[in-house]
């Protein structure tokens, strides 16, 4: 059974930063891209960023680049998201999700995404 | 602002069916894969469609994915109460270097 368990998520102040990790099990980790993709309360989906399977293509939303890193750890199936200079426009659901396709240059979609976690911007 | 278009809202009586448009451009939806998630409240979203018109185990062939240019449609018939979500589709743009979604479709069965 295929399960992403997303975990880091809490209460930030303004202008801090916050690292989100995602566990995977269930599938060949190292076999798809991984993707990161947000909610606001109420509103609706918004991807964050996207890395293959090799780490070799990353790609990020313009609303985060230059703030936002993610990153990969294939020997332990883990999808990470660093998050720095955190603003009330990034206070949302982040989910980790996993691509049908190895490579970010071809994305069929996302088959199987995490329970998500809470990421709230306040002082 | 998403690239691509949905309508708000969608209705139908129990057994019709409903279609949802996902209007999008050349960059997008003309040119890469489609996929539609469905999204019930406080859970997290679950894909319907992926490579345009592949539905994954267990999703019931009730569902269908088309396209026709630069948009793209879901199709739901035999509607169920157990249908009302919000759907959303959503695409890799290739000018932006980005997935994008859908503005989002709340379906309510009369």
């Known amino acids: 059974e295929v399960q992403l368990v997303e975990s880091g998520g809490g209460l930030v102040q303004p202008g801090r930063s916050l690292r989100l990790s995602c566990a995977a099990s269930?599938?060949?980790?190292?076999?798809?891209?991984m993707h990161w993709v947000r909610q606001a309360p109420g509103k609706g989906l918004e991807w964050v960023s996207g890395?293959?399977?090799?780490?070799?293509?990353?790609a990020y939303a313009d609303s985060v680049k230059g703030r936002f890193t993610i990153s990969r750890d294939n020997a332990n199936n883990s999808l990470s998201l660093q998050m720095n200079s955190l603003g009330a426009e990034d206070m949302a659901f982040y989910y980790c999700?996993?691509?049908?396709?190895?490579?970010?240059?071809?994305?069929?979609?996302?088959?199987?995404w995490g329970q998500g976690t809470l990421v709230t911007v306040s002082s | 602002q998403s690239v691509l278009t949905q309508p708000p809202s969608v209705s139908a009586a129990p057994g019709q069916k409903v279609t949802i448009s996902c209007s999008g451009g050349?960059?997008?939806?003309?040119?890469?894969?489609v996929a539609w998630y469905q999204q019930t409240p406080g859970t997290a979203p679950k894909v319907l469609i992926h490579?345009?018109?592949k539905r994954p185990s267990g999703i019931p062939d009730r569902f269908s994915g088309s396209e026709s240019g630069s948009s793209a449609t879901l199709g739901i018939t035999g509607l169920q109460t157990g249908d009302e979500a919000d759907y959303y589709c959503?695409?890799?743009?290739?000018?932006?270097?980005?997935?994008?979604f859908g503005t989002g479709t709340k379906v309510t069965v009369l």
């Open positions: 999700a996993k691509d049908v396709s190895p490579t970010i240059l071809v994305v069929g979609g996302f088959d199987f």
């Open positions: 269930g599938f060949t980790f190292d076999d798809y891209a």
């Open positions: 890395i293959s399977w090799n780490s070799g293509s990353i």
């Open positions: 050349s960059s997008n939806i003309g040119k890469n894969y």
């Open positions: 490579d345009s018109n």
């Open positions: 959503g695409t890799w743009d290739s000018s932006l270097s980005a997935y994008v």
